[in-house]
């Protein structure tokens, strides 16, 4: 009983929190995730910068143009999102997120945030992302905000707020399939592989192996540049087909129609 008691307290307490809250605002209504948005920041060239400051390229922009990334975390977490089916669009320094510090003496101070990534997702969800190294993202002065920018997103603005770090993004194996998954994107569909593929798997049957699947496209090519190995990783990022990931591809990993769950 006093459990319950004091669970219902805490629950008053956080509904007056949000009460009493300074609500938000954004300088983009549609959170950057729509034509015509530019960046809200410049990343500029770095010397002797360790976070390594590069392009990456991307079908999932509305202009398909790259995207201007600050770490080689950033560009890891972009690997994860555009080998994903489950993300449709997005969009890289989105907007700015203008949100407010309580004071102790009951005051508010005013401070802005602009989040590395905004993202569309096959539900019409918005997820904004912070990519952050954990070690960052332990310091004081992140750590002291970070829940004020998540309450700040799902209360104002319906939308999730997570921060990716290393931990998320550089496990292996899925780390090194991610990135075989990105270097087999082409330029432009190979629409005869693809058919040829897509028939093979309807041919074998679900669940099935990259093997089977090689052996019976027929497409001929060596290990490294298999056509019918680029077309699985192809159909793989669009949705059609899942990968096991617990492992580095080989030709036993399985393949299974449809988004892996």
Known sequence: ???AKVESSLLELSALNSLLRKPSYVNRRDLGLGAGYEPMRRIKAKQRSINRPG???TRKTFDRRAIRTE???????LGHIETNARYRKIAAQPHRLTYYKPCPDGSWVKATYVPDLAVLTAEDNVVVVDFRWSALRAMPEWSA?????KDAYRVDHGATFTV??????LIEPRRTNVAIMCMHRPPAENLGALTV?????SGLGSPTTIGAVRAKAR???TDARDPSFSAIMELAIMGEISLDMSDIFHDGTEVRSGVLS
Not at 71 to 77: N, R
Not at 145 to 149: A, D, H, P, T
Not at 197 to 201: E, S
């Open 55 to 57: 392009y990456f390229p």
């Open 145 to 149: 905000v970070e829940s004020l920018i």
């Open 1 to 3: 009983m006093e459990f």
């Open 164 to 169: 990716l770090t290393e931990e998320h993004l």
């Open 219 to 221: 497409l001929g090519g």
């Open 71 to 77: 770490s080689i975390l950033e560009q890891a977490g």
């Open 197 to 201: 593929v897509r028939t093979a798997i």
